[in-house]
């Protein structure tokens, strides 16, 4: 009995340390990614030497590194989730759609799908949570926010589009208008609540709209 015993506890440090280890590549894989850029890809070495693992352990935890970024884009993920969820609450259309635009928190999912779309990988969802949010689209159609007459998914599409780019380019956008990134968020706010007000109105071609 003592020998099972042994047995269990070693497996549970084991499934332990494997999970910390998983974890620790994780959080070193975004902290490069944020320090290096999207761009500059993501160097397994300094993966491993992040997390003071042999590399190989990248390749037995998770197969590749295209892995390691889905494991990392679940993990940020799920936290960005019950963020957008709680600030849903009481929160009309606009300004829901506001306060997703300047999440601050939703930045390095965005670059972590663009990164992988960039390895080639060409199952990455670039609209994760897509039906609830067409399904929040129609209610807000009921609550006449948004005009029946639009195409919701061209409108899921344009939000999720502006708001990633955005999110990347952010500071880019500000040092190349040599203005401070909180300036630029207020002007680029105002336009967008200007053309999300105008979602309210027919759209001008509304004959041709997809219902």
Do not use: C
């Not at 902290?31 to 300094?46: E, K, P, T």
């Not at 352990?57 to 390691?68: D, M, T």
């Not at 007459?149 to 040599?178: M, S, T």
């Not at 002007?187 to 071609?205: D, G």
């Amino acid at each position: 009995m003592a020998t099972s015993s042994n047995g269990l506890e070693t497996q549970k440090r084991k499934k332990r340390d494997r999970a910390d280890t998983e974890r620790k590549l994780i959080d070193v894989a975004l902290d490069l990614i944020r320090d290096n850029g999207v761009l500059a890809g993501l160097n397994l070495r300094q993966v491993a030497e992040g997390a003071g693992v042999n590399r190989g352990n990248i390749y037995h935890y998770f197969g590749s590194r295209q892995e390691l970024l889905r494991a990392a884009i679940s993990h940020q993920f799920a936290g960005i989730s019950s963020a957008l969820a709680a600030s849903r609450k009481s929160q009309k259309f606009i300004e829901t759609r506001l306060r997703h635009f300047l999440a601050k928190h939703s930045t390095r999912d965005s670059e972590l799908r663009a990164l992988l779309v960039i390895d080639g990988d060409d199952t990455v969802d670039p609209m994760p949570l897509f039906e609830p949010a067409i399904r929040e689209l129609r209610q807000e159609v009921v609550s006449g926010d948004i005009d029946r007459g639009h195409d919701l998914e061209a409108l899921q599409v344009a939000i999720n589009a502006l708001l990633r780019g955005y999110q990347i380019f952010r500071v880019p956008y500000a040092k190349r208008l040599g203005i401070k990134v909180s300036e630029l968020d207020t002007r680029v706010t105002r336009i967008i609540r200007t053309w999300l007000e105008a979602m309210a109105r027919p759209p001008a071609n509304a004959q041709n709209a997809k219902n």
